[in-house]
């Protein structure tokens, strides 16, 4: 069974099997959405009823429109879910800033369960992921510090953090910089990646122990910048970085189904991806995504998944953006190509690939 059999099916309530990290999951993806349109508080069962949400329209930030109509609507006829309210819904987005901001605040079975949306197909998305790469601040952090002290201060409720891929990342970074978080009764991070600042939760082991990070198998999101010694791994039915999607992950006795070892390819991928980055300086991480992302602009790139669909049909105009840099910038990006090719080589072996900085090849 995945995701969507377990809440299609499920009919117990909340007295008979207590909110679990499956729930906790369903949320995260709830967040995928559009609900600027409602008026809150609103019943969670009442969006079965509403014509916006039974179109793609309401769902273009998510991977995949067509399964969240239909895995949202499913939620909202799941008599488990009968008395959950959405209490609080705030999203922004600036592509100037590259800021991609979206949370919202459930009050369910006795909890507030505040979740914050990963990174959708937009160049604002995926921009600021790359800053993640080279700064220990982005604007979505503060947002969404912002965003919990709102909802910490006018409800009483426990609280529960949550998120899928950026999302279980952001929920992490509330949990550890967060100035009070004794009602916070766990973060739960669903394949979320780590981050630049290496050690968040230094100094702060009680806060560490309400941390639950999962990740499938084949983790490829999931393990970038992380420690598995931290990771709850999954089996999955996906491959490779499909499997980034949580209707892949394989569900039985109401919990996932749980494996010791990721697999050789997560672990390869793992090596060679972040001995790359931690291979460059920030600087030089900075300059590469202000590269990369000036030509994608200047392509007109605003959806991923519809560049990725076509990606065949881009290759023409990605090497004529790459002609067109002033010398420099052309071969700075050769560098950091290289760079990654070294890294790849070296992840065949158990070695922590040198330190290769641009300066160190010019001497």
């Known amino acids: 069974m995945e995701l969507m059999g377990y809440i299609q099916k499920q009919k117990r309530g909340f007295d008979e099997l207590p909110l679990g990290v499956l729930d906790i999951l369903a949320f995260a993806w709830f967040t995928y959405g559009d609900y600027a349109p ?6 969670l069962p009442q969006i079965a009823y509403l014509p916006y949400y039974k179109k793609e329209d309401a769902f273009e930030e998510s991977f995949m429109p067509d399964k969240s109509v239909i ?18 819904y705030e999203a922004a987005k600036d592509r100037e800033k590259a800021v991609q901001f979206s949370a919202m605040a459930f009050r369910i079975d006795g909890r507030i369960l505040i979740a914050y949306e990963g990174t959708d197909p937009s160049y604002e998305g995926w921009k600021e992921d790359f800053m993640m790469s080279y700064s220990d601040e982005i604007a979505s952090y503060s947002l969404a510090l912002k965003f919990f002290n709102h909802v910490h201060a006018k409800y009483r409720e426990p609280i529960i953090l949550a998120g899928h891929s950026k999302g279980g990342n952001i929920a992490t ?15 739960y991070s669903f394949e979320g990646p780590g981050f630049h600042e290496k050690d968040i939760f230094a100094g702060k082991k009680a806060r560490l122990a309400k941390h639950h990070k999962y990740v499938p198998q084949c983790s490829i999101v999931g393990i970038v910048f992380e420690d598995e010694a931290k990771m709850n791994i999954i089996r999955s039915t996906g491959f490779g970085v499909l499997q980034h999607n949580p209707f892949s992950w394989v569900i039985k006795d109401d919990d996932f189904v749980y494996l010791k070892k990721r697999t050789l390819t997560s672990k390869y991928v793992d090596r060679a991806f972040n001995g790359w980055v ?23 790139v ?29 071969k700075f990006f050769q560098f950091v190509l290289k760079c990654l090719g070294k890294s790849a080589v070296k992840a065949f072996t158990k070695e922590e690939p040198p330190r ?6 010019k001497a």
Not at 305 to 327: A, M, N, V, W
Not at 356 to 361: A, N, R, S, T, V
């Open 38 to 43: 409602l008026t809150l508080p609103f019943p």
């Open 71 to 88: 895995f949202v609507r499913s939620m909202a006829r799941c008599p488990r879910y009968k008395d959950v309210e959405l209490l609080e």
């Open 173 to 187: 970074y509330v949990l550890a910089k967060a100035k009070s978080v004794e009602r916070i009764e766990g973060a």
């Open 278 to 300: 931690n291979g460059l300086s920030d600087e030089e991480k900075k300059r590469f995504s202000d590269i990369l992302f000036r030509a994608l602009g200047k392509m007109d």
């Open 302 to 330: 605003t959806n991923f998944t519809r560049f990725f669909k076509s990606f065949l049909g881009q290759i023409g105009p990605l090497f004529h953006q790459y002609r067109i840099l002033d010398e420099s910038d052309k």
């Open 356 to 361: 290769i900085g641009i300066e160190e090849k």
